[in-house]
């Protein structure tokens, strides 16, 4: 019994075909009765039968020729009245035709009728498609059913509704909430009998509507996604999806996720511009098997490179990379090695070189401070002056938000590093350095840690309740290091502007929301050595624009180039690293008392 029930596409067709043969009888029947005003001579319903089998043989054929007959019924749309309409022209013109050539069989046939049964058929049978519409859409929620605020009216808004308003839906639109200014005259209007109301409505909607749950408009701008999705958070609103819309039209609900929320979406990515500058080039990269060097290496492929070498001291971050990228060429080098780096940069003759190897996490270099000194510090002198040697056209440093102002070893050794960059002399080489803040979802990112202490059930560790950061997309951020090293010339400390920094606090909490309904507790375990409370970007206002808004330039710092190197040369071999690292790095203010090596 429960097979026979089960909706099949033959299922519907016949359904259709019966119901549409059923109505047809009827309406032509009552176009008869109008046209006679109900008192039908004999001698006129003599072809009655004729005209009907003719008239539904052409009109069955016209419906399925348009493709009516395919339709989900649930999902009748203006679209598919449309068709039915045209249906109908095609077959009642058709009808009309073959009664002008061929009278007799219809004859006596009076040719109002056809107009009038064109009117009642085309009601009728759209009535019919229409109906399991109007029955879901106008039933009232039930206690499962949740009352949602629609916030955001886009061109998918009206599908959105419509979905939400099938049977399937846990969803019960009560309003929509107009946010973008070109939709403000639409406030007190209604779409499919729900009210648009203005964003400042929203709290009297959540107490009087009792609204539990809200949609956003997958389509507008992030910042103004993070703020609509605070927004409702602080008014007791946790069940948000967003909304978007398939290839096909059909509107689906997805879960916020935290990137999204802090993802920075710059305006001004020039992807023609990175093409350009990576199209047909043979790219090194070091520490390629990193959050940030694999990630470029990705973009590079995508933007057409030539052939990548990649190059990382961690065999397993290598062969990682290496399934994803495996054309390209691997390389498990050491950039301590001075003498296989220059091997493999003489042997592969990269025209662009891009730098991200490096020790990132502040603690660990703390701890390990001869470790980052010579990793950060000697290792990158060691792909300068290779790059160098070796006539690389373009060489581009990774550097970062850490190293303005450092509190910790890790910024103070690449703050030396941009230093270097900076000065020494580049021979036919292009060097840049592009310094950027924290990247979302990165092995060294608060946002897996805080998710596992989510899924363990908590608590949550936060450092400081003050604490700040910057974050952007991991992909967005390598595509504007390429960016700027497209448009350098040599010199420069590129900053990307990483826009406004985020309170760790709020992210926790936000967080939270996203990832459990169960109280989670959060923590404070003081602020780790070396950890600063707000990072910066800027070092002074001296900065120069460039022809992209999200590109800075830093002002320069002259340092002799062979005062430098002595300089390191002393750092390297030095038994007081801190203090060494302070006369490279004078505004370097170490929050540690001791030098562990």
């Not at 002399?425 to 292009?430: A, W």
């Amino acid at each position: 019994m429960r097979s026979w029930l089960t909706p099949s596409s033959a299922k519907r067709i016949s359904f259709f075909i019966l119901a549409d043969t059923f109505l047809s009888l009827i309406t032509l029947y009552a176009a008869y009765l109008l046209r006679f005003n109900f008192q039908i001579p004999d001698n006129f319903l003599t072809p009655f039968w004729s005209v009907f089998i003719t008239l539904f043989g052409v009109k069955l054929l016209s419906i399925a020729l348009f493709k009516n007959y395919t339709i989900i019924w649930r999902f009748f749309a203006l679209g598919d009245a449309r068709a039915l309409f045209q249906a109908h022209l095609v077959a009642y013109g058709l009808f009309a035709l073959m009664y002008i050539l061929f009278p007799d069989p219809f004859s006596p046939f009076p040719r109002s009728v056809i107009i009038i049964d064109f009117l009642l058929s085309f009601t009728l049978l759209g009535l019919l498609r229409f109906s399991k519409r109007l029955i879901l859409e106008s039933r009232f929620p039930s206690n499962t059913h949740k009352p949602t605020l629609i916030i955001g009216i886009s061109s998918n808004t009206s599908r959105l509704i419509q979905s939400t308003l099938e049977d399937s839906s846990d969803y019960y639109p009560i309003g929509i909430v107009a946010v973008q200014e070109k939709n403000q005259s639409m406030i007190g209007s209604t779409i499919q009998t729900i009210k648009i109301s203005s964003l400042n409505d929203i709290p009297s909607l959540i107490e009087t509507k009792k609204i539990t749950s809200a949609i956003i408009d997958g389509s507008l701008p992030n910042e103004q996604l993070r703020q609509l999705y605070q927004h409702l958070s602080d008014r007791g609103i946790h069940d948000i999806k967003r909304s978007s819309v398939l290839s096909e039209g059909k509107s689906v609900l997805k879960e916020f996720s935290i990137e999204e929320l802090l993802a920075r979406h710059p305006k001004d990515l020039d992807t023609a511009t990175i093409g350009k500058f990576i199209q047909n080039k043979i790219v090194l990269i070091t520490g390629a098997g990193g959050s940030i060097g694999s990630e470029i290496a990705l973009q590079c492929h995508r933007f057409g490179a030539k052939k990548l070498i990649l190059v990382d001291n961690s065999e397993y971050n290598l062969y990682q990379i290496g399934e994803k990228l495996p054309s390209s060429s691997l390389h498990l080098t050491n950039i301590l090695d001075r003498e296989a780096l220059d091997t493999l940069i003489r042997s592969s003759k990269p025209d662009i070189l891009l730098h991200a190897a490096a020790y990132k996490h502040v603690p660990l270099c703390e701890a390990n401070i001869r470790a980052a000194i010579m990793n950060n510090i000697q290792g990158s002198c060691n792909v300068i002056d290779s790059a160098i040697a070796h006539n690389v056209s373009k060489v581009v440093i990774i550097s970062t938000d850490k190293a303005v102002r450092p509190t910790n070893v890790m910024g103070a050794t690449k703050r030396v590093v941009e230093l270097y960059a900076q000065n020494v002399h580049p021979c036919n080489s292009e060097i840049v350095s592009v310094r950027f803040g924290n990247v979302l979802g990165s092995s060294g990112s608060v946002i897996p840690k805080f998710k596992s202490q989510i899924e363990s059930g908590g608590p949550i560790t936060l450092t400081h309740p003050d604490i700040t950061r910057y974050f952007m997309l991991t992909g967005e951020a390598c595509q504007l290091v390429l960016q700027a090293a497209a448009i350098a010339r040599g010199g420069e400390l590129f900053i990307l502007d990483m826009g406004e920094p985020i309170k760790i606090l709020d992210l926790a909490r936000t967080m939270i929301r996203l990832y459990t309904t169960e109280p989670i507790e959060i923590v404070m375990s003081g602020l780790r050595p070396g950890e600063k409370l707000y990072e910066e970007l800027l070092i002074d206002e001296s900065e120069q624009k460039t022809v992209f808004e999200s590109i800075l330039i830093a002002h320069s710092t002259l340092y002799p180039i062979a005062e430098l190197k002595e300089d390191i040369a002393n750092l390297l071999s030095s038994g007081a690293a801190i203090k060494a690292l302070q006369k490279i790095v004078p505004e370097f203010q170490p929050s540690i008392v001791s030098e562990p090596i």
